[in-house]
């Protein structure tokens, strides 16, 4: 702290706290490469998937339906389903595809346990292996698998040695991790998942609730400051005061919450000065819609109406969705399910699968469409409006 900003009695509170880019080094016990500063730029993706915002979720796991939900094509030739049935494995071929796709929706890669035969000629199983776990090796060679990247000094979550995928070590490693990474440019070894640069707007999304959550629960009271006229402290003593102010009540969740101040006069009472914020619901409307736009283009959504998301002046009949639906195949779903099939049939080559794998189409269930009698047309509208 400067000389001059010791005579100022306030202190101005950073509330822009969050994950930046992350940076992929090896660690400094040189045994790994670290996923992210903290090394947990996985499990932070993890959480923004499962804690941060409905429409991401939504998203998300209507893509996985739409790539690998709807099972591998019929009919398969025997090796493939005795590949696909993975009677070693804890999950069939089908369950395991819908995991690493979850994985590699949410962070770019995924990864897959293999168990050689003895003879080291043939798999014998596979088994989903958690992408959030594994860390790559300096040498790229190695993946260490750990329970808790947080606190992996502890035993239990050691981090265990497998070799990478390698057929010609198949007989000194008899368990191999296949792990594969979305190659993103100008960046090496881990992923950036392609939504990275929408995290942002998928954090003001958790934000925007939490604020009105908060809203709530305080009776949609106005932030206020709370001046304290009897002196200013020591520098110490206000730096105490703030630090404990800043650990209860900054964030989203404290909406309607105060700033505390210190100065001289008016006979020692405190001052209750209500912040006003005028427009607030407009404002908040137009970054809703903004947050909603921004997502979309993010996660490449060509019709949000694919995804349960209702759009204002557009119809949604069964041709506009059939026509959308074939658009993100195209544009979307085929080259991601290009991928994942490449990959899994590299696995069941070495199960002497010659057939490649190819995952069913999705298709839109028009049932509960139907039920709501969605119009066709805009005329079809208007007589359904006056009908209900």
Not at 61 to 83: H, S
Not at 227 to 233: A, K, L, R, V, Y
């Amino acid at each position: 702290m400067s000389e001059d900003s010791k005579n100022i009695p306030f202190r101005i509170l950073n509330f822009a706290k969050g994950q930046g880019i992350p940076t992929f080094k090896e660690n400094r016990n040189n045994l790994w490469i670290d996923y992210g500063k903290d090394n947990l730029y996985p499990q932070f993706l993890l959480d923004v998937f499962n804690n941060y915002s409905n429409k991401h979720k939504a998203i998300i796991n209507r893509k996985v339906d739409m790539t690998t939900g709807n099972g591998i094509k019929e009919p398969m030739t025997p090796e493939l389903q005795k590949f696909a049935a993975n009677k070693w494995g804890s999950k069939d071929l089908e369950e395991i595809s819908v995991r690493i796709n979850f994985d590699y929706e949410i962070c770019g890669g995924f990864a897959i346990l293999v168990r050689w035969n003895i003879d080291g000629t043939s798999i014998a199983a596979i088994d989903f292996l958690p992408f959030d776990k594994c860390r790559l090796s300096p040498c790229e060679e190695k993946i260490l698998v750990s329970k808790d990247w947080s606190n992996p000094r502890r035993n239990e979550n050691k981090p265990v040695e497998y070799c990478r995928f390698s057929p010609r070590k198949a007989v000194e490693y008899p368990s191999q991790v296949f792990y594969f990474v979305e190659e993103t440019n100008g960046v090496d070894y881990y992923p950036l998942p392609y939504y990275s640069s929408t995290l942002n707007w998928i954090s003001l999304d958790f934000e925007i609730s939490q604020f009105h959550l908060s809203s709530v629960r305080n009776g949609f009271q106005p932030g206020f400051i709370l001046n304290f006229s009897t002196g200013i402290p020591t520098l110490q003593e206000m730096d105490n005061a703030y630090k404990e102010f800043e650990k209860r009540y900054t964030g989203t969740e404290n909406a309607g919450k105060f700033i505390l101040t210190f100065s001289e006069g008016q006979e020692q009472r405190p001052e209750f000065i209500p912040i006003n914020l005028n427009d607030s619901d407009e404002r908040f409307i137009m970054l809703h819609k903004e947050m909603m736009d921004e997502i979309f283009i993010g996660h490449q959504v060509t019709d949000p109406q694919l995804f349960g998301v209702r759009v204002p002046g557009e119809l949604g009949g069964r041709d506009s969705l059939l026509e959308n639906l074939a658009m993100f195949q195209s544009v979307y779903v085929s080259s991601k399910q290009g991928v994942i099939e490449k990959q899994l049939d590299k696995l069941a080559k070495w199960a002497n699968v010659v057939e490649p794998i190819k995952f069913n189409d999705y298709e839109i269930d028009f049932s509960s469409i139907d039920d709501q009698e969605v119009p066709e047309t805009r005329e079809e509208e208007e007589i359904q409006k006056e009908t209900n």
